[in-house]
């Protein structure tokens, strides 16, 4: 399947970076959102984005309009209807995902494939609440989406290879590099990197070292470009406990136990850096 026109389902973070993606390498995509003045800050976040790569020389001013003129936003989702692939890219929450997928569902041509940008949340369980779970997918990520290689392409239990093969190769038309991954909490990327940031809040609250020397020895140590602690403020510390607590529930494992600091922080409103404070001031 040719996927020449791509939708979004929000204008936030995930959604307004998905949308730039597409639209740098020329691809048509519609942006949709509950009301204009998301929409506008979506566009107004592109444009910033687009911007810094012009003063960095890595794209023209030309192509910079370019990309902008292929984006159209709007709140109706009967504006999909071109569309070939549709990412949902809505806020971490199932029953708000559930809702979105069904309206989507009702609305769209039988052939358009569907998409989750969704993080933690089963592909399989997403797709069954459509009448298209073999066209139906999850498609995660990273933020930054414009700055971020990877792509995790997840197939749900009903996944056809079809569909598959559709989203791989357009992901790859992105320019990112996707790997295929099985449904499971966390997929594979959070599977490995929630727990080991949990893991250094146990070494921060044992007083093993302090914060700066825990980031200071995982940046050195192990080539990371940033320490875990400080990584945990950036994706939000509510975010990294929500992720443990889904891993617990779904595996009855404790090595998934949440450190008991990171809920005690959490409990006290540090977040990180949307409240500014976490484990770091800001």
């Known amino acids: 399947m040719s996927i020449s026109k791509v939708g979004v389902i929000g204008a936030g973070t995930m959604g307004n970076g998905i949308a730039q993606a597409c639209a740098v390498v020329g691809v048509p995509v519609v942006m949709i959102d509950i009301n204009d003045a998301a929409l506008q800050r979506g566009l107004a976040t592109v444009g910033g984005s687009l911007d810094r790569l012009v003063k960095k020389d890595k794209l023209s001013a030309a192509a910079r309009q370019a990309a902008l003129d292929l984006i159209s936003v709007g709140t109706d989702y009967a504006l999909l209807a071109d569309c070939q692939l549709v990412i949902e890219a809505a806020t971490e929450n199932e029953a708000l995902k559930f809702d979105i ?3 989507l569902d009702a609305l769209l041509p039988a052939e358009t494939l569907l998409a989750s ?3 933690s949340i089963s592909i399989t369980r997403l797709a069954a609440v459509t009448q298209r779970a073999d066209r139906f997918i999850g498609m995660h990520f990273f933020n930054p989406v ?6 995790e392409v997840i197939r749900g239990l ?5 569909t598959h093969d559709a989203v791989f190769a357009m992901a790859q038309q992105l320019g990112k590099t996707p790997i295929t991954v099985k449904n499971a909490p966390g997929f594979v990327v959070n599977r490995i990197l929630i727990p080991m940031i ?5 070494v921060l609250q044992e007083g093993l070292a302090s914060a700066e020397d825990i980031d200071a020895g995982m940046k050195l140590g192990t080539n990371q470009p940033i320490g875990p602690l400080a990584l945990a403020d950036m994706i939000g510390l509510d975010v990294c406990l929500a992720v443990m ?10 090595k998934y136990r949440p450190c008991p ?9 540090w977040l990180g850096r949307k409240t ?3 484990v770091y001031r800001y």
């Open 101 to 103: 997928l069904k309206k």
């Open 276 to 278: 500014g404070r976490g």
């Open 158 to 162: 009903q996944t056809s290879d079809a």
């Open 146 to 151: 414009p700055m971020m290689a990877l792509v």
């Open 117 to 119: 940008n969704t993080s």
């Open 261 to 269: 600091l990171l809920k005690e922080m959490v409990a006290a409103g």
């Open 245 to 254: 607590n889904v891993y617990v529930d779904e595996y009855a494992d404790s």
């Open 198 to 202: 949990n893991e250094a809040f146990f």
